[in-house]
């Protein structure tokens, strides 16, 4: 992605995503390590809840990571559109590093593979949008 999404991506922490099966969206929070050379986003959450079954039926999701702020000038943020898949490996030792205590729940490790993203900065130009598409 651009440097500047990466930059924002990684600082963060709290991923807002939503899913949708059979017409019903459902939206869950969730932790996570960002994987720069993938543009993945890397997150724990038990095979068992809702938006985990809905996302393994229909893998097209969607999210947002944004700082909290009332200030319209202060307003920085980033929207996602992806595929959910499970982590690979490599993407597992990626999550584990930025929260080592996660190892001991042994947790079920996802990823959201990010294919478009628009991110918001208005401190930098005030309502600017920044485009970016994974190449196909």
């Known amino acids: 992605m651009y440097e500047e ?3 924002f991506v990684k600082k963060m922490h709290l991923l807002s995503f939503c899913v949708s099966f059979d017409n019903k969206p459902y939206c869950a929070s969730a932790f996570y390590a960002y994987d720069e050379k993938n543009s993945s986003l890397i997150f724990a ?3 068992k809840t ?3 079954q809905m996302a393994l039926k229909n893998t097209i999701v969607s999210g947002i990571i ?5 200030i319209v000038g202060n307003i920085k943020g980033v929207q996602l ?3 959910f898949k499970k982590a690979d490996e490599g993407q597992k030792k990626i999550y584990f590093k930025r929260f080592p205590y996660a190892l001991a729940l042994k947790p079920n490790i996802w990823c959201m593979e990010i294919s478009w993203a628009k ?3 208005n401190k930098a130009i ?3 949008k920044l485009i970016w598409e994974k190449a196909k």
Do not use: A, Y
């Not at 944004?66 to 009332?70: C, I, N, P, R, V």
């Open 119 to 121: 991110f918001t900065n």
């Open 81 to 83: 559109l992806g595929k």
């Open 45 to 47: 959450s038990d095979e």
């Open 66 to 70: 944004h700082l909290d702020t009332k």
């Open 126 to 128: 005030f309502g600017k």
């Open 5 to 7: 999404i990466d930059k």
């Open 50 to 52: 809702s938006h985990i």
